[in-house]
């Protein structure tokens, strides 16, 4: 039987031994992860053979090979949080109550007033992260005259009461009389602020919104790497009669790689991500006996028999073929 191949894998990949990935815990054999959007994927098989070689024009007259390797590379259309993780070995922290994210934010908007005692009250989208910390600041905001900034930044209150929710949206002040969040150089005036703000389109304002749910953080440390799996790869091997049967690739000790690339760009094809994992030998879980860098199963389907009608019905038998 001769086949062909033309037809893109779907992989799992399931835990060698209890592993914790971000906040979640995998026991021994359980899937891990799934690829079911993947563009390519393909096994390669290498060796190294080094030669006796002697006489007349050093001709080669024995090779030996060793040193045998296989990889399984694959390149997906599209990454999870948890595929990034692995292929990082990085961490995955989910925001909480107890541990929050800040999310950047920045916003222009021609939504402010100056009210008469010189107070600047702009309203956000979002509520802006405003703690009392006078050694840092969390937000800035610039004027704007023609979409271009005219002062150095302000900086805006600060503290339990900084933001005010009125109508959906958050108001935060910048205030002539709050010394601490004011322009670094020195205070302005009520006369100064209003006249500023009197002349500007728009302002931008620079800020971090809080996150204690709906959120996630990759974190990519010095010290940690892609982790070892078990791989099953399915796909569909097709005969010489135009039959497809169920085939199935099998690295029992794959170690990813924890090399990655993030490509971004405004033209041309999206960008994919790159998985590349390096075969050890191992038992596969249902042979013991011997270890093995990697397996390959075919299994026959009825197009792939050369079955024939026995009797008026067919035989029972047969129908496990016409399984798949």
């Given at each position: 039987m001769k086949f062909g191949v033309r037809e893109i894998c779907d992989v799992v990949l399931k835990a060698?031994?209890?592993?914790?990935?971000?906040?979640?815990?995998?026991y021994k054999n359980e899937p891990v992860i799934y690829?079911?959007?993947?563009?390519?994927?393909?096994?390669?098989?290498?060796?190294?053979?080094?030669?006796?070689?002697?006489?007349?024009?050093?001709?080669?007259?024995?090779?030996?090979e060793g040193e045998r390797?296989?990889?399984?590379?694959?390149?997906?259309?599209?990454?999870?949080?948890?595929?990034f993780m692995i292929l990082s070995g990085a961490?995955?922290?989910?925001?909480?109550?107890s541990k929050p994210l800040y999310q950047h934010a920045a916003e222009t908007t021609d939504d402010f007033s100056v009210g008469a005692n010189g107070v600047v009250t702009i309203r956000l989208e979002k509520k802006p992260y405003l703690p009392a910390d006078g050694k840092e600041n969390f937000a800035y905001v610039m004027?704007?005259?023609?979409?271009?900034?005219?002062?150095?930044p302000f900086i805006p209150a600060h503290g339990?009461?900084?933001?005010?929710?009125?109508?959906?949206?958050?108001?935060?002040t910048i205030s002539p009389e709050h010394e601490d969040y004011v322009l670094g150089s020195g205070t302005y005036t009520a006369e100064e602020l209003?006249?500023?703000?009197?002349?500007v389109d728009a302002v931008l304002v620079d800020y971090y919104v809080e996150k204690t749910e709906g959120a996630r953080q990759i974190e990519i440390t010095a010290e940690?790497?892609?982790?070892?799996?078990?791989?099953?790869?399915?796909?569909?091997?097709?005969?010489?009669?135009?039959?497809?049967?169920?085939?199935?690739?099998?690295i029992p000790n794959c170690k990813i790689q924890s090399n990655f690339t993030f490509t971004m760009a405004s033209s041309g094809d999206p960008s994919t991500f790159n998985f590349v994992m390096d075969a050890f030998p191992d038992y596969t879980r249902f042979d013991k006996s011997h270890k093995v860098l990697a397996a390959i199963q075919m299994v026959d389907t009825a197009g792939t028999l050369d079955l024939h009608r026995t009797a008026t019905v067919h035989a029972a038998s047969d129908d496990a073929y016409f399984e798949n």
């Open positions: 060698k031994a209890a592993t914790k990935i971000g906040n979640r815990v995998f690829f079911d959007s993947l563009k390519t994927s393909s096994m390669e098989g290498a060796a190294t053979t080094v030669y006796a070689q002697g006489g007349r024009g050093n001709s080669r007259l024995i090779a030996w390797t296989v990889t399984f590379s694959m390149e997906d259309a599209l990454i999870s949080p948890e595929g961490g995955l922290i989910d925001a909480s109550a004027a704007l005259k023609d979409g271009e900034p005219i002062t150095e339990d009461n900084a933001v005010e929710e009125v109508d959906g949206k958050f108001e935060i209003a006249d500023i703000f009197g002349k940690k790497f892609g982790g070892n799996y078990y791989l099953e790869a399915s796909t569909l091997f097709r005969d010489t009669n135009g039959v497809d049967m169920p085939a199935e690739f099998i």
